[in-house]
């Protein structure tokens, strides 16, 4: 069926700010959404209040639209803009209920809107847990006995009819949110009072708990002649029991049988067919009998899901790209494969290798917070690993976590007693596939590790001829023993360099050089959708240690742009928006741009964003064997957060040149110390500090500046362990606690300026002119992180000296910097006086806020200035004019009930969105500044 010749302008909308449960993957969704359907000719509004995001950026839609998501915003939009058609289902469940809840307002019907890839009926049908129940049975699908409650009456009555242990899932939330397992009856009523809480229509379903079955996602696509293609079968490491997004997950499936995978496709075709008549993405979870194969649906979402950028990635096949095709009416059959471009999008992908998901968590962001991993979503991002096999995916998979494991294990952080991880496998946390691996390191039968875990044998098998390789490792005492043979067995199922190192107490650069002089290295294998049956141009690889490279280099000349990892509080899709545009700005200069990230939820790991993509741990023995292929003529690392940051240390010592800002001025920045020296010799004011190596040098620093002061170590992102405090006994027990975590680092105590206001500038430099992109104003005092705080730009209440003096600072430390690209600078303002209190001399959390607001392409125009391409006389930089821009933060306190709540130097919020206001008399402004009066009065 061709496009429908009607629809010429569609509106998307956009997903919100990034909190637990609906994160990146829906900028992923929107912006592939929004760029197919221009191919299409077809003119593209977006509505979205994430400033973060790629989606929102002018690159993306024809016209973007800042506003808060809701039905008012919608009717402005409508009223501004000829809008044919709607599409929902790019922005997650914040989408779809804002599309529903303006449907019973009769939006649509009033402006003559229509609703594609969606039909509300089957959204309603999935989200009503009875209906769906329901369905389901009448089609002849088997789902878990269950009851729905619509008040503490009749879930006790729900609980007594099916009996423990029950599932607690309360209707229309999103992540698991209220949701949660019961074992025992006097666990019931206060999890059953707070399901019904959170449910915005005081509804849950108690239903049957399936503890310890296989859990497995399909995702699918539908067309409007019933076609459907089942793009990727995912099957969750851990059993049920633990959210999706929690869960290790694997693809393709590895435990299922024929007959039973045969019986999951049909009914997930039937299914989806009968869910209404819409054209789109859908995804299917099911829970099987791992003991009689026996199947279950456990829900469906009729739209694109969390899950969709993972199968992306994983399959290299663009599922919100194709689903916006089929909703403007093209078929399945007449659409091209994006990867081979001579098969159709019927065709199905076939995968010949392994792909792993481990998610990202951030408890330590959450003092008080319970660990132990269940129905409620708690990851704050996730990683995919590419490999041959499952243990070397697997393997890379920890490798990308930014959480400092070498691999699985085999890397100093082992755990030695038999009843800490036992309990651990009992009781599942974030740690607990690297407990899984210390059991059977110590002995734990396999058959105990299953009883505990429930998790699939095969797997635990897999992980256990690990531990058999590292035994045989250890009958060796120098790396030149190691045959080539073994050495190539040990790297074909995932170890790093450094673990092997560790496994030997040898150095790493021995076993590397070894590698290395036996011809050890890594080979790369293209993404292609099809196991290579078709010839395809992809540029997407993954490494892995084969005899074939199918990644040749170009004779052009290249940067490479290295990404931020794992989404983490701290660092979020803020900086995979800026390492988009610097893409992007590459490309432009005439370099061929080359990518290499891990991260599976973001826009810059789209097979067609970069020349090429590897998507690959930033690690830095895979970043090596990348630079010695492509030889590239930099590596630019301003635009990754701190993740690119640490790199750079080992870039400049092996003399691969950084593009933009060097290496020992980037560290003169991020060392607090020396830092601090810097701007004594500038005469700039800063906050009275000292350096400390132990607790009694800590304690002279502070009684020499005085209490109260603020404590934090080098090199940390986020606010990571900064405190306030206020006596010795505070100071003493902090201090042991950041060096029990980070051994290596030193502390800075810095004098706490109470009462203080906090500002923050933005800047470029091309080492002689520097551009002052804008001045950001936060509402809450100096102590609350400024990722925490809401912020204005421009400034509202500070001096027109002050604001003077800041400039002049930062044009100062830019200077003597020597920076080359960009620069953010905090400053606290007490008196009038301003004090410097740090510079990142790097994209920051607000750059995209700032060229959002201004409607200037800073990163662009940045990225040109590291390359030396361009200095900024070269563009004509006009600010958008009038008004304030407010960001405001977004925090995910509802799926941590016990968490401290507190504001303070160490960030907690997931996310943040934008408001535009015409002056300070807005009441949305004015009630942001009484929070602030009340943290000063507190």
Known sequence: MPKDQSIQSILIIGSGPIIIGQACEFDYSGSQAARSLREEGIRVVLINDNPATIMTDPVTADKVYLLPLTVESIVQVLEEQEIDAVLPTMGGQTALNLAIEAGKQGVWEKYHTRLIGVDLDAIELTENREAFRQHMIDIGLSVAPSRIANSFLEGKEAAQEIGFPLVIRPSYTLGGTGGGFVHREDQFDAALRRGLSMSPTHEVLVEKAVLGWKEFELELLRDAKDNVVIICTVENLDPMGIHTGDSITVAPAMTLSDTAYQQMRDEAMQAMRSLGNFAGGCNIQFALDPETEKLIVIEINPRVSRSS???????????????????????????????????????????????????????????????????????????????????????????????????????????????????????????????????????????????????????????????????????????????????????????????????????????????????????????????????????????????????????????????????????????????????????????????????????????????????????????????????????????????????????????????????????????????????????????????????????????????????????????????????????????????????????????????????????????????????????????????????????YSLSVEAVATMVEYAEQLAKALHIKGLINIQFAIKDNKVFVIEANPRASRTTPFIAKAYQVPYLNIATKVMMGTHKLKDFDIKPRPGGFAIKVPVFSFDKFPNVDKNLGPEMKSTGEAIRYIRDLSDPFFRELDRQRYMYLTR
């Open 309 to 795: 950028a993972l199968a992306s990635k994983a399959t290299g096949y663009p599922i919100a790209k194709i689903a916006a095709k089929l909703a403007i009416g093209y078929s399945l059959d007449e659409l091209k494969n994006q990867i081979t471009q001579n098969t159709s999008a019927y065709f199905e992908p076939t995968l010949d290798y392994v792909i792993v998901k481990m998610p990202r968590w951030d408890f330590e962001k959450f003092q008080g917070s319970d660990h132990q991993l269940g129905l409620q979503m708690k990851s704050v991002g996730e990683v995919m690993a590419i490999g041959r096999t499952f243990p070397e995916a697997l393997q890379k998979a920890c490798q990308s976590l930014e959480n400092n494991r070498m691999g699985l294990g085999a890397d100093m952080k082992e755990w030695i007693r038999t009843a800490d991880i036992l309990e651990r496998l009992e009781n599942p946390s974030e740690d607990r596939i690297f407990r899984v691996k210390d059991a059977l390191r110590l002995g734990v039968p396999e058959k105990t590790i299953h009883k505990l875990t429930r998790i699939d044998p095969w797997f635990i098998r897999q992980i256990k001829k690990l531990v058999k390789l590292e035994q045989k490792l250890m009958r060796y005492n120098v790396p030149e023993d190691i045959e080539e043979d073994f050495l190539r067995e040990l790297k074909e199922v995932g170890y790093s360099d450094a673990q092997i190192a560790w496994l030997m107490r040898v150095d790493e650069q021995e076993v590397a050089a070894h590698r290395k002089k036996l011809g050890i290295r890594r080979t790369y294998k293209m993404v292609d959708t099809c196991a290579a049956e078709f010839e395809a141009q992809t540029p997407y690889f993954y490494s892995t240690f084969d005899q074939e490279n199918e990644s040749i280099p170009t004779e052009k000349k290249k940067i490479i742009v290295l990404g931020s990892g794992p989404n983490r509080i701290g660092q979020g899709i803020e900086f995979d928006y800026c390492c988009v545009h610097g893409l992007i700005a590459i490309k432009e200069a005439g370099y061929e741009s080359i990518m290499i990230n891990c991260n599976p939820e973001t826009v810059s790991t789209d097979f067609d964003v970069a020349d090429k993509l590897y998507f690959e741990p930033v690690f830095w023995e895979h970043l090596e064997e990348i630079l010695e292929l492509e030889k590239p003529e930099g590596v630019i690392v301003q635009l990754g957060g701190q993740t690119a940051l640490k790199i750079a240390a080992k870039l400049h010592e092996q003399g691969i040149p950084i593009i933009g800002t060097s290496f020992p001025n980037m560290d003169l920045a991020e060392d607090r110390g020396a830092f601090s020296d810097l701007l004594k010799e500038l005469g700039i004011p800063y906050p009275d500090y000292g350096v400390a190596r132990d607790a009694d040098e800590a304690l002279a620093v502070a009684r020499r500046t005085g209490y109260p002061v603020l404590v934090r170590p080098s090199y940390v992102l986020g606010g990571q362990r900064m405190r306030i405090v206020i006596n010795d006994d505070e100071l003493e027990r902090h201090v042991l606690s950041i060096f029990k975590h980070l051994p290596d680092n030193r502390v800075l105590i810095d004098h706490f300026l109470e009462r203080a206001k906090e500002a923050e500038i933005d800047a470029i430099c091309d080492g002689d002119e520097v551009h002052i992109m804008g001045i950001m104003e936060h509402i809450e005092p100096a102590g609350v992180h400024s990722g925490d705080s809401a912020a204005v730009l421009p400034t």
